[in-house]
């Protein structure tokens, strides 16, 4: 069975937590869970119902299969952040060696940030520090405040994505995101897209500076052309809680 038809499988079962199908990769549970978080949910929003509902969250053993993309990344056995969820997609973690590969890439995201702010005035000077690369959760109910990689699902059509690997990065925990929001400070995150053959092949980088109402943030559009990596555009968002007034 190919890497996408593992993952529908594993997406549905992994719910569960019971990969027990004999010719399949094992998922094994690891003894890690938390308690489920609660959302308040006056209006019975499905998602929400579900959310509330859902199995403990865990961390968990993947055994991969052989993969239909190249990549640098070491996916022979890796762990993955199960929400408890049916149907939800299969965080994977990033650990040993491919904390250096994703961190080479994360941090190559920096001259395009420079080129922005030479480019435009308005733009902030923006930059991504190595040791502040978060590859752990604060916490197991849910929290998305680090770096890991997600393999994206079949079209649709059922047709191969073109990026078939994502990796999410994140240098600020939750905490440290809500002080500096409700005071003044810069904050950066944003997403990887490869391409098939291992290379990046698209990134939005979102850059905030929180100064209350003053807020502004702006979206690095990064994308690649025959000559490699580009900066496509920067959409600015300038006061943005004013514009929403």
């Not at 969820?85 to 040993?96: A, L, T, W």
Request: charged share 25%; net charge neutral; glycine share 6%.
């Amino acid at each position: 069975m190919g890497v996408f038809g593992w993952l529908k499988k594993a997406t549905k079962v992994v719910g569960k937590m019971a990969m027990d199908a004999a010719e399949e990769p094992q998922v094994q549970e690891d003894k890690t869970s938390v308690r489920r978080g609660q959302v308040a949910n006056p209006t019975h929003d499905p998602y929400l119902e579900k959310w509330n509902n859902r199995a403990a969250p865990q961390i968990i053993n993947l055994e991969m299969p052989e993969l239909t993309f190249e990549t640098r990344y070491d996916f022979s056995k890796v762990r993955a952040y199960d929400f408890g969820m049916e149907n939800n997609p299969i965080v994977i973690f990033i650990d040993g060696e491919n904390q250096l590969v994703a961190k080479e890439d994360i941090l190559c995201m920096n001259r395009f940030l420079s080129e922005g702010h030479l480019n435009d005035s308005e733009i902030p000077v923006f930059s991504i520090c190595e040791k502040e690369i978060r590859f752990v959760p604060s916490d197991l109910q849910g929290a998305d405040d680090y770096t890991r990689l997600a393999i994206m699902p079949l079209t649709p059509t059922g047709k191969r994505p073109k990026y078939p690997l994502m990796m999410a990065f994140c240098l600020l925990s939750q905490d440290e995101q809500w002080k500096i929001s409700q005071a003044k400070g810069k904050e950066v995150f944003g997403r990887i897209y490869y391409l098939p053959d291992g290379n990046i092949g698209k990134a939005e980088i979102i850059c905030w500076i929180h100064n209350g109402t003053k807020s502004s943030y702006f979206v690095f559009q990064i994308r690649r052309g025959n000559d490699g990596l580009f900066l496509s555009k920067v959409v600015k968002h300038l006061n943005c809680f004013q514009e929403n007034k």
